[in-house]
C-alpha cells in the first residue's frame, strides 16, 4: 500500500517570507498528489493539486512540484500571510484502490 | 461553507455504545467519503459510497460500518466504542467516483468516547 511522509511537522516563518513542505510517497505508480489546507477548527480544503504529468503547477502565491524519479512533491508558499497560518496536509493516491493516503501534516504559522 | 453538512456536531458517549453519525452530500455530489482524524494517526480515509453502493474501502473497522441512502445522504455507525475511537469525524462529497475529483468537505463531527 501507499505510505506517505511529510516533513516537517511545524513550521515557523516570518510574514513575507517562504514556507516549503515536502512530501514522500512510496507507490511508484501514484499518479495524484493533492493538497489541503486545515485553519484551526476548520474542515480540510483543496488549494492545490498536481497529476503525475507534469512537474510543476502555480496557482497565484502557491506551487506544486513532483519529482516522480525521487518520488517527493512539495508545497511552495511566497509571501506568506498571516491567514496562511494553518495545517497543510499533503495526499497522494494508492493506484488502483481510489484511495488517498495524506500526511501527517505540516503546522505553519506564519509571524506578522 | 462547502454545502456538504454533518449532524451532531459534537457527541460525547460511553465505552461500549453505538452512535451514528449523518452526512449530507452537496447538491449533485454523488459520492460521499469518511475520514477519521485523530492526534496520533492524522487523516484516515474509511470509506467512500457512490450513488448508495460501496465504492472503496481503507481502514474502517469491523465495528464501523456505512451507508448510503437514495437520497444520497450517508450514515456512518461506529458500534462497540472504545477510548480510542474519540476522533474528528469528517465527510466529503464530490460528483464522481474518482478520488482525483476535489472533494468538499463537511465541518465534521467530534466524538468522544468516556
Known amino acids: 500500500g501507499e505510505n506517505v511522509e511529510q516533513h516537517p511537522s511545524t513550521l515557523s516563518v516570518q510574514e513575507g517570507d517562504s514556507a516549503v513542505i515536502k512530501c514522500t510517497y512510496s507507490?511508484?505508480?501514484?499518479?495524484?498528489f493533492p493538497w489541503y489546507k486545515q485553519e484551526l477548527g476548520k474542515r480540510p480544503q483543496l488549494i492545490i493539486d498536481i497529476r503525475s504529468n507534469v512537474g510543476e503547477k502555480k496557482d497565484q502565491r502557491i506551487a506544486v512540484t513532483l519529482n516522480k524519479t525521487a518520488k517527493h512533491f512539495s508545497l511552495h508558499i511566497t509571501e506568506t500571510q498571516p491567514e496562511d497560518s494553518a495545517v497543510y496536509f499533503c495526499?497522494?493516491?494508492?493506484?488502483?484502490?481510489?484511495?488517498?493516503?495524506f500526511g501527517t501534516g505540516t503546522r505553519l504559522t506564519v509571524i506578522p | 461553507d462547502s454545502g456538504v453538512t454533518q449532524t451532531p456536531k459534537h457527541l460525547i458517549t460511553a465505552t461500549g455504545q453505538r452512535v451514528t453519525l449523518r452526512c449530507s452530500p452537496r447538491s449533485g455530489d454523488l459520492s460521499v467519503y469518511w475520514y477519521q482524524q485523530s492526534l496520533d494517526q492524522g487523516l484516515q480515509f474509511l470509506i467512500q459510497y457512490y450513488n448508495g453502493e460501496e465504492r472503496a474501502k481503507g481502514n474502517i473497522l469491523e465495528r464501523f460500518s456505512a451507508q448510503q441512502f437514495p437520497d444520497l445522504h450517508s450514515e456512518l455507525n461506529l458500534s462497540s466504542l472504545e477510548l480510542g475511537d474519540s476522533a474528528l469525524y469528517f465527510c466529503a462529497s464530490s460528483v464522481g467516483t474518482s478520488v482525483k475529483e476535489t472533494q468538499y468537505f463537511g465541518p465534521g463531527t467530534r466524538l468522544l468516547v468516556l
Open positions: 507507490d511508484s505508480a501514484s499518479n495524484y
Open positions: 495526499a497522494a493516491i494508492e493506484t488502483g484502490a481510489n484511495n488517498l493516503f
